[in-house]
């Protein structure tokens, strides 16, 4: 059990619209990476937040964007939503900072129609 | 281009066994390995790692072996379970501060163990 939840579980969206995914760490962990996980592929990097900013991203465009709350919540935005951007969305967080292990959450699943 | 390949996208294993899950990688900046599992309907959950100046870490049942001048590791699974079963990860990140904080994973390996 890590902790790390995610909500909603499955979504379904079409192709131009615009998705929040949320995730819950658990308290003290200060840092909650993203990474989105396509079907028969390992998970992708997409960015990680430490203390609320920006710590670092992937090879992933600018419509991909997040945000960090001080309650340890964070957020994943999607804008204008293609159909590639179907995947599996997991979050993980870090206990001791950015570089630490990271445990993931569940994920939710995003389709885009 | 895939920096770190799981070129098995499965593997079948008699209850009781030895599994091994192997892991390629190409960055040589990589420096810190980790194997993660993952259940259907959950999210990958952190096994065992190592770092590369060690060459062997055991937990339990679970020993990972890093050969870092062929750029392999490995994931020995002994006795094996049925309750292994499931996709395994191999990750790695690197020594640099624009890559220490990030994870690259292969494409995972389906591990059945029958009972």
């Known amino acids: 059990e890590t902790g790390v939840t995610q909500s909603p579980t499955h979504l379904i969206k079409t192709r131009g619209q615009q998705v929040t995914l949320r995730c819950s760490s658990q308290?003290?962990?200060?840092?909650v990476s993203w990474y989105q996980q396509a079907l028969g592929q390992g998970p992708q990097f997409i960015f990680q937040?430490?203390?609320?900013?920006?710590?670092g991203r992937g090879n992933f465009p600018p419509r991909f964007s997040g945000l960090q709350f001080p309650n340890y919540s964070s957020e994943l935005n999607v804008n204008a939503l293609e159909l590639d951007d179907s995947a599996l969305y997991l979050c993980?967080?870090?206990?001791?900072?950015?570089?630490?292990?990271?445990?993931f959450g569940p994920g939710t699943r995003l389709t885009v129609l | 281009d895939q920096q770190v390949k799981q070129n098995s996208p499965s593997l079948s294993v008699q209850e009781g066994r030895i599994s091994i899950l192997n892991c390629d990688y190409t960055?040589?900046?990589?420096?810190?390995f980790l194997w993660y599992k993952k259940y259907p309907a959950e999210g990958p959950t952190f096994l065992i790692s190592?770092?590369?100046?060690?060459d062997k870490n055991e937990d339990g049942r679970f020993t990972v072996f890093l050969n870092k001048s062929a750029k392999h590791l490995s994931l020995h699974i002994v006795p094996s379970q049925p309750g292994d079963s499931a996709v395994y990860f191999c990750?790695?990140?690197?020594?640099?501060?624009?890559?220490?904080?990030?994870?690259?994973f292969g494409k995972g390996t389906l591990l059945t163990v029958n009972p």
């Open positions: 993980a967080s870090s206990p001791g900072g950015p570089t630490d292990t990271q445990y």
């Open positions: 308290s003290g962990h200060n840092t």
């Open positions: 190592i770092s590369s100046i060690k």
């Open positions: 960055n040589s900046m990589f420096d810190y």
């Open positions: 990750a790695a990140k690197g020594d640099s501060r624009g890559s220490n904080y990030k994870l690259t």
């Open positions: 937040y430490y203390r609320e900013e920006e710590n």
